[in-house]
């Protein structure tokens, strides 16, 4: 176990719909990271949270945001779901103190839209 | 950004040879070089990083090697067993955050 939760496992969805993931990082870690992975492709970067505030951007589309609140979990929201957004939603957070700034990932949310 | 490239992209062997993947990458003030294992269904986790002053290092069947100067660094896995089937992902760090995952590289291990 990581130390990284994310919820929840699975999700089922239409398209047109909206959806919230949410991830829990290990404790005392400042930096939160979104990863996107289709069936069979490499960890797309997102976004990446540290301390509450927006750090670094990936290829993440205008439908999709995200926000890191207070107490460090992390929410990400998919909006106008398209069915290629069908994928493996990954979190993984890392220590700020880490120099090597190591990742630790969370279990993934399976997103569907059917 | 970052340009980070893995060859080869599928691997094969037989169970007890060995295998080599290879990372390539772009920028030049990476100076932290982790290797990440993905189980199928399962989660990415670090298996072995090197920093940018060493040049090898082992963690018993598995090794990094690094060449700055031709910027890249491999993963050795020797005397192979089938729970090495997975995908593997190279990620050099360039400053604080390591964003940059390279392709991966699906390993099968033919028992």
């Known amino acids: 176990d990581s130390g990284v939760t994310q919820t929840p496992k699975h999700l089922i969805t239409a398209t047109g719909q909206r959806v919230t993931l949410r991830c829990s990082p290990r404790s005392g870690d400042l930096s939160v990271y979104w990863y996107q992975q289709s069936l069979d492709q490499g960890l797309q970067f997102l976004i990446q949270y540290y301390n509450g505030e927006e750090r670094a951007k990936g290829n993440i589309l205008e439908r999709f945001s995200a926000q890191q609140f207070p107490d460090l979990h992390s929410e990400l929201n998919l909006s106008s779901l398209e069915l290629g957004d069908s994928a493996l939603y990954f979190c993984?957070?890392?220590?700020?103190?880490?120099?090597?700034?190591?990742?630790?990932f969370g279990a993934g949310t399976r997103l569907s839209v059917l | 950004g970052e340009n980070v490239e893995q060859h080869p992209s599928t691997l094969s062997v037989q169970e007890g040879d060995s295998a080599v993947i290879k990372c390539t990458y772009s920028d030049s003030a990476s100076n932290y070089f982790p290797w990440y294992k993905q189980e199928l269904g399962k989660r990415p986790q670090l298996i072995i990083d090197?920093?940018?002053?060493?040049g090898e290092k082992k963690d018993q069947r598995i090794a990094v090697t690094l060449n700055k100067t031709a910027k890249h660094f491999s993963l050795h896995i020797t005397e192979t067993q089938p729970e090495d089937s997975a995908v593997y992902f190279c990620?050099?760090?360039?400053?604080?955050?390591?964003?940059?995952f390279g392709t991966g590289t699906r390993l099968t291990v033919i028992p």
């Open positions: 990620a050099p760090v360039a400053g604080a955050n390591n964003l940059f």
């Open positions: 993984a957070s890392s220590a700020r103190s880490d120099s090597k700034n190591i990742q630790y």
């Open positions: 090197i920093r940018s002053n060493v």
